[in-house]
């Protein structure tokens, strides 16, 4: 069996850092010093780091995460949304950047599919999300030397935490930063279009018809107004983009 990873802290000045230390190393973990003067919350949460780092390789490459079936609280009717890690693949091991998420409503699916009004087609989709969204966990894997990487660079500190590592890897640590893209021509795209339409409500910013392709930034609000889906559960698709984290503290 697959022993457990601990995440070991030390907490304040005074605090014992050996046996911690000693736990993490024995037991894949990491390690870290929390001084009196810093945030407890940020120090800890960067744990999520050591499970994203763990699955971008070719095996988990196309993993995505389905939620259970819901109601819209716009009471449109029952939707589901689908998530999936983005990583750069440039490097390697690959690095998470970001994760992508998509929500979809039945409605828009039953007619995409051409079975709009059959209870029958609503119930298949019903049950495959259900099906999708049971929990599966993807096959993680962390080297050593991968490990000591996240050690060393996985704090807050730029310069890095030598104090953290276990003397686990004998070569030289691979990198967990993703670098800066360097192409020009991304210069004059704006990625974060969901900035432009912060005070548009949900319905604003989600509805369109099956199959249109709008460009972000090509409709005045009066005209999205105008488009804003009805009550008959006319709701399509909504795309969400931001940032990732979560994770336990204790890896079976």
Do not use: H
């Not at 993490?24 to 949460?45: F, N, P, Q, T, V």
């Not at 060393?152 to 893209?181: F, H, K, Q, V, W």
């Not at 009805?230 to 503290?249: C, E, H, L, W």
Request: proline share 4%.
């Amino acid at each position: 069996e697959t022993p457990p990873a601990l995440f070991t802290y030390s907490f304040g000045a005074s605090a014992d850092e050996t046996i911690p230390k000693e736990l993490s190393c024995r037991y894949r973990g990491i390690w870290s010093r929390i001084g009196d003067a810093e945030d407890l919350a940020e120090a800890m949460g960067g744990y999520y780091k050591y499970f994203s780092y763990g699955l971008g390789d070719a095996v988990n490459e196309n993993f995505v995460a389905w939620v259970a079936p819901y109601e819209y609280s716009t009471g449109s009717g029952m939707g589901t949304t689908a998530s999936a890690p983005v990583y750069d693949r440039s490097v390697n091991p690959p690095i998470l950047i970001g994760v992508v998420g998509y929500d979809f409503s039945f409605a828009a699916m039953q007619r995409a599919l051409g079975n709009e009004n059959s209870e029958v087609s609503k119930n298949a989709i019903i049950d495959e999300i259900v099906r999708k969204s049971v929990a599966y966990c993807p096959l993680f894997s962390l080297n050593e030397c991968q490990l000591e990487a996240l050690r060393m660079y996985g704090g807050s500190s730029e310069s890095g935490t030598p104090d953290s590592m276990c003397n686990s890897c004998a070569t030289e640590l691979p990198s967990i930063r993703a670098s800066t893209c360097q192409d020009s021509r991304l210069n004059s795209m704006n990625v974060w279009n969901n900035y432009n339409t912060r005070s548009w409500t949900y319905e604003e910013r989600t509805c369109c018809d099956v199959g249109e392709n709008r460009l972000a930034g090509s409709l005045s609000y009066e005209e999205v107004q105008s488009k804003v889906c009805d009550v008959s559960g006319n709701y399509k698709f909504g795309p969400i983009i931001g940032g990732t984290a979560g994770g336990i503290f204790v890896v079976i």
